[in-house]
């Protein structure tokens, strides 16, 4: 079925994922949009791994349990991030980037 | 044969499990302290839960090192009775015993890594027993050892899932521990926050590069992958053994992203920005523990991924015949890294920013050592190898020295500029003498442990052709001398602004001190340590 | 048929990439928020089109329903409570991003993916020794079986991650707790903070 989609099609929307989460993460000020960045580029790199199981070793499993594993680590980091966000904002009643931001030289 | 992870390979896994069951017994017995709200009862918290995380330490460390077999081997005809039964089985599951097991190695690299690390993680301990880290002090040090274990992980993996996991369980606990709360909540959170955004994109970087590599090799096996193990390093290394491999573009875009992932965690010139910020945000103990233990960590990783993954994606280092390959890519990180970390130092007035421009300079020069695989004999490429962590050992035992110096002056002086180092000499004549020792070692002087530790990569980079990165190396450790120096004029030649003498912590006195004098050894008696790191030579399965 | 699958891929590739653009230009934080759920639900579909069924419950389960609902509480506790929340939210510099990112998808991965020679083999191929019995897919039995045999030492890592990301939230929600008795909400410690000013 997905036979007549060929590889590179998905790669390619996953590379064009990857790239629209890491412009997110650079450009972005506010830090719970940076960390939307970085959750995109995450399911970018899933994307390749199901992508790379389903064309290239369908009997195997390795590239399942690599996503699986990913996104158990994406959701420990997106809690204790956002955790830590709302610390941030306690202290500095903001979270932008940009003013929170005491440390120069 | 087995090739994945069995219920008879728990030995191997012995200094990680110890250290889990530490961690769960510091987070489990806060709970029978007396919990009270005045500042008495609750440093008796942070003091308990503190010994035990030190006396745990201290105690795994030893096992470690009875495991590696190192200082003491059973003889193979030792009597059967129930103890040597016991220390045999734990060291047959050290460097002797087979060396990969799915996912985990245990040959020398990972013994002396988990050494180096374990050990810096007890001095740090130590360190903090006088300091007092606010609130919840069974969870501070819980992260402390958790973060230790995937520490020791990373020193261990083979395989790219695992390496993952581990360098996130690494991680994750430091960005917690970087934010944890000192007497300045905005500065610490600030470092929390900074050191967690710029990991978590660097994980992201990681992932991609591995994502493409694990493509390149299951695409590279002809008729698809028999066995669920393409993700372990040596089958990418046999895959990129196949013809014209080592010209794929894809398999070069997959490493390059896994050293810029791999980069940020260690802060090598350009990936650095994080780190002078959450060095000077978090308390300065848990500095010494990023800068130390967090990028020897980085380090033993990337060596492992490097050295066993893309072996034949090397390259020269030459500069007239031509760049290819991790060894040109890191000449180049390298040579920016010592010549800008250096400069960034020599303006700082606050010492915990000039250590970490000077600790970023330092993975410069870690780097260099990796430069030794650019040549093609195996001679140089072993001394690489044992200049690399030679080098990671004095670092780590000079850099705790170093922070924690710091760490006492800002606790009983009261702050960590120039100006209150001023004439530290007349107020505190050991507490000088002991951060002039680790200065010194820093900035490479003999005979302490830092000259020699330079020496090694100096030679190890020039025997592989990479002459103009050791030009630099040489150049900008002259130009690190300056602001070393700095730190000793205002120590010692300056006037102090007031005569009253300055206490010295116990624990922390015993910390530097024990620090202090492994860096002399180190320094003088060199061999004590590298006749050990010489048996890495070649890492398992290479 | 072919067709009708490419078209189906088309669409949902378009869902995706649209709504993570969406994600990272919306102005408004929520907005963004909510386009990221949707990317989410497109990934979660690509995936049943790639047959990996559980793949995309797990998606579904854990980014959509998680994930993106913790960071809607998020944007709900730090918006300013005087409600100018929805500023611009854009670094000066913020086309240096642009062109990075650009250029990195235009001139370095989509030309090296594409450049790669991928040998397909989607019709599973044969093992060796088997007579012209093509292998079953990997189910999720395969995936269970996996997890606690290959793969048993990442799993337990994952286990201890789970942990510290646990013992991590707890310790940096409940600051201060032995300072204080009562436990403020937000909106009570932010007025707090202000009224001195």
Known sequence: MIDSVPLEWVLLVAAALFCVGLYGALARRNAIGILMGVELMLNSVNINLVAFWRYLEPHQVTGLVFAIFIITVAAVEAAVGLAMIIAIYRSWQTVNVDAVDSMKG | MPVFFQISDVPRLLPELLLLVLALL???????????????????????????????????????????????????????????????????????????????????????????????????????????????????????????????????????????????????????????????????????????????????????????????????????????????????????????????????????????????????????????????????????????????????????????????????????????????????????????????????RNLKRLLAWSSIAHAGFVIMALMAWASPYASTRSMGTSALIYYLVVYTVTNIGAFGALAVASMTVGGDTMEHLRGLARRNLGLATLLAIFVLSLAGIPPMGGFLAKFYIFMAAWQSGAWWVVMTGVVTTMIGLYYYLLILKATFIEEPASTEPVPMPTWMNATLITSAVLVLLLGVFPNLVLTTIDQVKVVAGM | MQLLVQVIFVLIAAEIVGAAVMVVTAKNIVHAALWLIASFCGVGALYLLLEAEFLAVVQVLVYVGAISILMLFAIMLTRHVTGKGAETSLYQRWWVGLIVAAVLFAAVIAPTVLAHPWETATAAPALPGETGQPAAMAGIVDLGRAFVEEYLLPFEIAAVLLLVGLVGAIVIAFEERAARRHIPTLAEEVAHRRQPE
């Open chain 2, 26 to 348: 510091v987070l489990g017995s806060d709970m029978f302290e007396r919990w009270g709200e005045d500042e008495e009862s609750r440093f008796e918290r942070v003091r308990a839960a503190g010994s035990l995380t030190a006396i745990g330490l201290g105690l795994i460390f030893l096992i470690t090192l009875l495991q590696s077999g190192y200082v003491y081997r059973l003889p193979a005809d030792a009597p059967q009775n129930f103890f040597l039964t016991i220390v045999r089985n734990l060291q047959n599951g050290g460097p002797v015993g087979d060396p990969v097991v799915g996912s985990f190695a245990t040959d020398h690299l990972t013994m002396i890594g988990r050494l180096v690390l374990i050990g810096a993680a007890f001095l740090v301990s130590l360190l903090t027993l006088d300091y007092r880290p606010a609130n919840n002090p069974g969870e501070f040090y819980a992260l402390i050892l958790l973060s230790t274990m995937g520490m020791c992980l990373m020193a261990a993996a083979t395989e790219l899932i695992t390496a993952y996991l581990s360098v996130e369980l690494t991680s994750i606990p430091l960005y917690i521990l970087a934010g944890y709360f000192q007497t300045n909540t905005r500065q610490s959170s600030e470092a929390g926050m900074k050191y967690f955004l710029f990991g978590a994109l660097s994980s992201g970087l990681i992932l991609y590069g591995m994502s493409l590599v694990f493509g390149f090799a299951v695409a590279s096996i002809p008729g698809g992958a028999q066995a669920n193990d393409m993700t372990q390093f040596l089958r990418i290394a046999q895959a990129t053994a196949t013809e014209g491999a080592a010209a794929s573009k894809l398999l070069t875009l997959g490493m390059l992203f896994i050293i810029a992932g791999v980069g940020y965690k260690v802060a090598v010139i350009p990936f650095h920005s994080w780190s002078p910020d959450v060095y000077e945000g978090s308390l300065t103990p848990i500095t010494a523990f990023l800068s130390t233990a967090s990028k020897a960590a980085g380090f033993l990783l990337l060596y492992r991924i490097l050295v066993t993954a893309f072996p034949n994606l090397t390259g020269t280092a030459e500069i007239v015949s031509g760049f290819g390959g991790w060894t040109s890519l890191l000449a180049v990180l390298a040579v920016a890294t010592v010549v800008l970390g250096n400069l960034a130092a020599l303006p700082q």
